[in-house]
């Protein structure tokens, strides 16, 4: 599948492989850029700690996979939708969902849902692919209204083996939805990996069921991820449909911290990925070979990234006590009648419970 090579736009050590946009490649840019990756991992890091302490529940890490939704949310503009798996608070956090807030969902309050006033995020999708014809009705809502509004769409590979993957494409393919489908593919469903999976070999292939443009990038790979990702979003704002894209990326760690990864691979394989190919190491060799790393800079950006993660933990450990009606009624526009007993009968523990 020659047409589907992986691009690149920066190799390993920093250097720059695609000029075509050389004269976006601000100082500044690059900064804001490198900060907010800096930003996700310290947030991810943290994150783990605290369901380790019992302060969250169980938490999906996405270390490793800081370019692949960094890089594409930065391409977005503020009317554009954003549908994330249970994966992608990176991407939320750059496109403008509060910390807090995402603290808050992990801690399981229905207030970790909301987004920032005037952002449209969805709610993560737990059940896996169901919000790919989501996003293609939202973009084709948008279509009807008029705008030059587009939406994203983040899954993982496991996703492209669900019925969903292949409604949502399909739908958007025949009505020209201005929607991206963002597959990233770190190569790994839980504990299958992907050559159990499926036979093809790339998921970018799959586009050509459905006669749209399908790019193949190295999902380490910043720059790479956030000029094609706007290309595609282009496209889409002018009429031109859907675009499957798949970020080539890893997951250092464990599926989710209920997961043991060792069980079913070589860890090993991500120490070595860790000195070799992490997207923010490739980043700093960029920013290094354009002689804008500053050392002093990155420290007043390291701290300050950890007093916000700190300010955030506080928010959210300092929030309201949870309601507890808030696990009942927002099931149903109007509760059937065994929720309505559940409900009851579990006011009645607490009450037991609390004396």
């Avoid at 990864?261 to 700093?284: C, G, M, N």
């Amino acid at each position: 599948m020659s047409q589907f090579e992986m691009i690149s736009y920066v190799d390993q050590q920093g250097h720059l492989l695609n000029e075509e946009h050389e004269s976006k490649l601000t100082e500044s840019f690059l900064k804001r850029v490198y900060m907010q990756m800096a930003l996700a991992r310290s947030f991810d890091r943290k994150a783990i700690n605290l369901q380790r302490q019992g302060r969250l529940g169980t938490y999906a890490p996405f270390e490793g996979q800081e370019a692949a939704q960094i890089g594409s949310a930065l391409a977005l503009e503020d009317e554009d939708w954003l549908f994330p798996t249970y994966r992608d608070h990176a991407a939320m956090m750059t496109f403008g969902h509060s910390l807090t807030t995402i603290f808050l969902y992990w801690n399981g309050r229905v207030e970790g849902c909301i987004p920032s006033s005037g952002k449209k995020i969805f709610p993560p999708a737990v059940p896996i692919a169901t919000q790919l014809p989501h996003a293609a009705g939202a973009a084709m809502a948008e279509k009807y209204r008029g705008t030059k509004n587009a939406a994203i769409v983040y899954f993982g590979d496991g996703a492209t083996s669900e019925g969903d993957f292949h409604e949502g494409l399909n739908f958007a393919s025949v009505f020209k939805a201005p929607v991206i489908f963002f597959n990233q593919n770190n190569q790994f469903a839980i504990s299958v990996p992907i050559e159990k999976q499926m036979n093809s070999k790339t998921i970018a292939q799959k586009s050509v069921a459905y006669d749209i443009p399908g790019i193949r990038l190295n999902g380490n790979d910043v720059l790479a991820v956030y000029f094609e990702t706007k290309k595609a979003l282009d496209r889409a704002r002018n009429g031109e449909g859907p675009t499957l894209i798949e970020a080539v990326t890893w997951r250092y760690g464990a599926h989710t911290t209920a997961d043991d990864p060792t069980k079913y691979r070589d860890q090993a394989i991500s120490d070595v990925k860790r000195k070799t190919d992490d997207p923010l190491l490739r980043f700093e060799r960029l920013m290094k070979n354009r002689g804008i790393w500053d050392t002093q800079w990155v420290e007043l950006m390291t701290e300050k990234i950890n007093e916000e993660v700190e300010k955030a933990v506080r928010e959210m450990e300092d929030f309201s006590e949870a309601d507890v009606n808030d696990l009942f009624d927002h099931v149903f526009a109007e509760a059937p009648w065994p929720i309505q007993v559940q409900k009851e009968q579990y006011v009645e523990f607490l009450r037991g419970v609390n004396g």
